[in-house]
DNA sequence: CTGAAAGCGCTTACAG
DNA sequence: CTGAAAGCGCTTACAG
């Protein structure tokens, strides 16, 4: 027996006034202050036998606001993705809004329709991880006023909000740690891709490489396609054990190559720092079953899904017109691999 | 200059029809068909020219359909559940549906809160990991006649469907395996829940060994709280290590148990499988990095987040009002960790 | 072949 | 103190 659901009617028919009065009293309509405690109370405690649920697709229509949030991110399978939207989730449901989420795999198609799609259903602002070459899309989101916050991946476009971390500081810091410790050969392992926040990590490895008095090699900085990782790292870890002069170090630059990087090093024996010292990206649970402390780049994830979540509601909400661009500060934590 | 969004009258006023023509052709209405090719391109350029995009709000509130899914997992930063949602994702968006998730954290208020607002929201249907003692809350939505699928944890309600795998099964392979190895002091690390497919592993556990001719020992057989997992899976191994007379295989029922059995294990340099034969549950990425392959029981996670989203769909769409239930089978992945 | 009009379930300015 | 009525942006039976 599939009942109907209450609506605001049955409750006015119930008590035996308007829908408007029981609008105001439910929903703490300033108006509702001029409501007799005898009727406001019938009305609550009505709604409560009838257990109404108000429709928000209703209240959305009406009121031009539908308390979503959409999350675009490069894979929800990724755990750095899911970590991130678990925190946004948090935080957006404590303020009473609900998420929509969907993956672009890093697809400008894919997250066209994404944004399409989550427009049409009105989403009252997006937090966008957003992909490569995309700065028209960004703009095009921007020019209907939709707040937006990007995420993880910078644009230099002043006009739009932005949380992710000090790409530069992190990798510096880690290019001069290994330096620190006398290595002079030493490997990058990154994204192709023209996304700055990964150029920005490639320029921090490049600066500190010279302020630590070495001259680069580009045979041993190495681009990995983000569609074939596991197989580009493999053969671009291969190569670099083999140059010459030898390879004494190697910085992975986001999680998944991180990864990729250990299990093969791992599975050829490499002797981890003695033979190639390590600075990885992002925590990650493989760290813990190394036979050595791994030295990584750790991004606060919990503040950066936090910011986000917080600018983009601000933003909703206070119709502030000035973008925000927040750079949260890595932590090089210091294990034994990086020599 | 934010621009206000176009609208079907806008659309009308620009060609000099009524909205409802150009719903009917826009929406491929098969009242379109009697409608003039002359008018029907016009609308469509016209729709084009205007960047013209649906409002799914206003639709959804006369078509009584939403094309929204709701997801709701114990925690979407769970690689299980962030994969799973990936799958979904994909074939509900195939589909035409969005899907809204929610993380219950194990908690049945926070599952009763996101299934309201998923109500209110006027979800098409809902996917559900639905937590422990939730047959009630189950019940009410079965009540509410909104289609709903169980997904990976199973109750004996024969009105409701389901997707999971064959856990007693998987159990009972596993650790007939380990006696076919020649272990005969075999470990159970579990959770303590009345959730039904756990308790289904470990019965799975306790019919193999019995049919293996081992009498199983309580002392044997952990439960770990699920809100203090490290610890206690810690703890517990320790106790099984200590055992009189020795442990000399275990097996974990979930990926979380698995993880952090291993870093124990690891860490306290066990030598498996010599001293401790292990089987795990669930693809973890941490497998590749122990010196021996880890045998471990696959559930076919692409199929269950498929199997999942299909039959809530096609029982969102052919009000199909017979409850599916799908037990998939899983893998023993062999490898030298079981002895 | 096309349009006028009702209605989905709410909110809210306005009137009294 | 409360209600009648308009309207959010669509769809769709009905009429012509």
Redesign the pocket.
């Known amino acids: 027996m599939v009942h109907k659901k209450t609506?605001?009617?049955d409750i006015a028919r119930e008590v035996?006034?308007?829908?408007?009065?029981v609008?105001?009293v439910?929903?703490d309509?300033p108006?509702s202050a001029?409501?007799?405690e005898d009727?406001s109370a019938r009305i609550r405690q009505t709604a409560l036998d009838l257990n109404y649920q108000?429709?928000q697709i209703?209240?959305s229509?009406?009121?031009?606001k539908t308390y979503t949030i959409g999350l675009i991110v490069a894979d929800i399978a990724n755990p750095f993705s899911a970590h991130m939207a678990r925190i946004i989730e948090d935080d957006a449901k404590k303020k009473g809004y609900t998420v929509i989420f969907g993956s672009s795999d890093e697809n400008i198609d894919k997250a066209q329709n994404l944004i399409n799609t989550m427009f049409n259903r009105q989403i009252d602002g997006l937090i966008l991880a957003a992909v490569d070459k995309s700065q028209s899309q960004i703009a095009d989101i921007l020019k209907k006023g939709v707040p937006l916050v990007l995420i993880d991946r910078y644009f230099p476009m002043d006009q739009v909000s932005y949380v992710g971390i000090d790409n530069y500081g992190a990798t510096y810091e880690a290019v001069e740690l290994l330096i620190r410790n006398g290595r002079k050969r030493i490997g990058l392992i990154s994204y192709h891709t023209e996304l700055v926040h990964l150029s920005e990590r490639n320029r921090g490895y490049l600066d500190a490489l010279r302020d630590g008095g070495i001259t680069a090699d580009n045979a041993l900085i190495k681009t990995i396609s983000l569609h074939q990782i596991r197989q580009d790292v493999e053969r671009s870890l291969a190569e670099l054990l083999q140059a010459e002069p030898a390879v004494d170090a190697v910085l992975f630059t986001t999680n998944l190559l991180s990864i990729n990087g250990l299990r093969y090093l791992y599975q050829q024996k490499v002797a981890i720092p003695e033979q190639l010292a390590v600075v990885a990206f992002d925590e990650t649970d493989v760290y813990d079953f190394f036979p050595i402390s791994i030295t990584y780049v750790r991004q606060p994830l919990d503040e950066l899904g936090r910011a986000a979540s917080e600018v983009l509601i601000s933003q909703m909400e206070n119709k502030t017109e000035q973008a925000i661009q927040v750079n949260l500060k890595t932590t090089l934590v210091v294990g034994q691999s990086s020599g």
Not at 61 to 64: E, P
């Open positions: 609506q605001l009617k035996g006034v308007s829908t408007a009065t609008s105001y439910l929903n309509h108006m001029r409501i007799s009727v108000p429709n209703a209240k229509l009406k009121t031009q």
